[in-house]
């Protein structure tokens, strides 16, 4: 194992505040159902389609929305927050020699932005899909641009589609319990490894 692949909103960055927040905007101009902060860990339980029809947006709109939608959270940067540990967790991984990239579906300004406020300078590449859906060909991307094999890499999501994408893409990962899928969703599509704290990250990928 050489590299490790981060995905980004919910398992480095607390960002569900200005998920909420942002969503929100966009609800009210395109007449979808808005969220409440105090129903988010019931939403974590629900499947994207699930959230969907709960929201009456319909999926095939997300190529348009997208990109409104990462705008908006641009100007709200400096309300996402480090979850408490992961620093720590990159910067021991980079001592030990790890290559560290990151994998998500928000842009790559805000990741890089985010990386520099927050002190973070060991993330050797960030690659970034346009569609939620499509990350295991980015994995695949990343792969053969650094000419490696499947067993070379891991990486550490927090949703259900990172893990469908890593099963596509033949790597293994390690869902994260403190992000945006809850563990009922996440358990039929069946990670390789669960964790609950950023430290057991570290046991982990220690022990392969």
Not at 88 to 98: A, F, N, P, R, S
Not at 177 to 204: H, N
């Amino acid at each position: 194992m050489k590299h490790i692949i981060f995905d980004f909103d919910g398992t480095l960055a607390d960002s569900t505040a200005v998920f909420a927040s942002v969503w929100n905007t966009i609800a009210k101009k395109h007449k979808f159902k808005e969220v409440q902060l105090e129903d988010i860990d019931a939403l974590k339980k629900l499947s994207i389609a699930e959230r969907s029809k709960l929201f009456n947006f319909p999926l095939h709109k997300l190529p348009t929305i997208l990109p409104q939608f990462y705008r908006l959270y641009q100007q709200s940067l400096q309300d996402v927050h480090l979850f408490h540990g992961m620093k720590e967790v990159i910067q021991e991984l980079d001592k030990k020699g790890y290559t560290i990239a990151i994998i998500s579906s928000n842009s790559k300004d805000n990741i890089l932005a985010f990386l520099q406020t927050n002190g973070i300078d060991h993330v050797s590449e960030v690659l970034c899909s346009s569609r939620i859906f499509g990350k295991d060909k980015v994995i695949k991307k990343y792969l053969k641009q650094a000419n490696l094999k499947t067993s070379d890499v891991l990486y550490v999501g927090d949703e259900q589609r990172d893990i469908v994408a890593c099963k596509k893409a033949g790597i293994p990962i390690i869902w994260v319990g403190w992000g945006y899928d809850a563990i009922e969703i996440v358990q039929s599509a069946e990670p390789d490894y669960k964790v609950f704290t950023p430290a057991e990250i570290l046991t982990i990928i220690e022990g392969l």
